[in-house]
Structure formats: structure tokens, C-alpha cells
Nanobody
Framework: QVQLVESGGGLVQAGGSLKLSCAASESLFRFNAMGWYRQAPGKQRELVAAITAAGNTNYADSVKGRFTISTDNVKNTVFLQMNSLKPEDTAVYYC?????????????WGQGTQVTVSS
């Protein structure tokens, strides 16, 4: 069973920065892709950033130029560097990893970490 443990959330003022970490229980090379999602109160969970095994990245338009996803394959950890934070970035952030189990692409989720940006 894959385990993902997030850390790094907290309270920050608008314009500030935070760096989220997601430690995986297995080698990142096992995964098809990893990403960060967020869910604000009353809203659907949305993709923030993702990175494939080949290193290709994808960002939500709302965070392009402000957030950066990266990996440390030695520590089996995925990061989300968040700069120029805005109040609308406030949400619970979830780490996601997916991998092929036979012919089924299977998703795994972390427990979530709260990010609150004050104005």
C-alpha cells in the first residue's frame, strides 16, 4: 500500500511563500505521475500542479509563474514551492500519486495539509 505524507502547510500573509513536501513510501520511479491538488471550502478538488515520470510538468492557470513542482528522487519526496501567495490559494492541499497496477491506473492520496493565506 502506497503511503503519502504531506507537510509544510500553515498560515502565511498574502505575498508570502510556503513549501509543501510529500514523502512517498516507495520510489518515485514507480509512479506514472505525481501531483498536488487543493480543495477550498464549498469547492471541488482541483489540480494545482503535476509532474510525470519523464519530468514533464503541468500547472493550473491560476498558479502558473507562482508555484513550482519538483522532486527529490533520493528522498522519494515531491515538493510544491508556492510564492506570491494570494488569499484565494487558501485550501487543503493534497498530494496525489498514480501508478499502473496491471491495466488500471490507481490513485493514492495523502491526508492533506491546510494552507491559509491572510489578506
Amino acid at each position: 500500500q502506497v503511503q503519502l505524507v504531506e507537510s509544510g502547510g500553515g498560515l502565511v500573509q498574502a505575498g508570502g511563500s510556503l513549501k509543501l513536501s510529500c514523502a512517498a513510501s516507495e520510489s518515485l520511479f514507480r509512479f506514472n505521475a505525481m501531483g498536488w491538488y487543493r480543495q477550498a471550502p464549498g469547492k471541488q478538488r482541483e489540480l494545482v500542479a503535476a509532474i510525470t515520470a519523464a519530468g514533464n510538468t503541468n500547472y493550473a492557470d491560476s498558479v502558473k509563474g507562482r508555484f513550482t513542482i519538483s522532486t527529490d528522487n533520493v528522498k522519494n519526496t515531491v515538493f510544491l514551492q508556492m510564492n506570491s501567495l494570494k488569499p484565494e490559494d487558501t485550501a487543503v492541499y493534497y498530494c496525489n500519486a498514480n501508478l499502473w497496477i496491471r491495466v488500471v491506473l490507481t490513485d493514492y492520496w495523502g491526508q492533506g495539509t491546510q494552507v491559509t493565506v491572510s489578506s
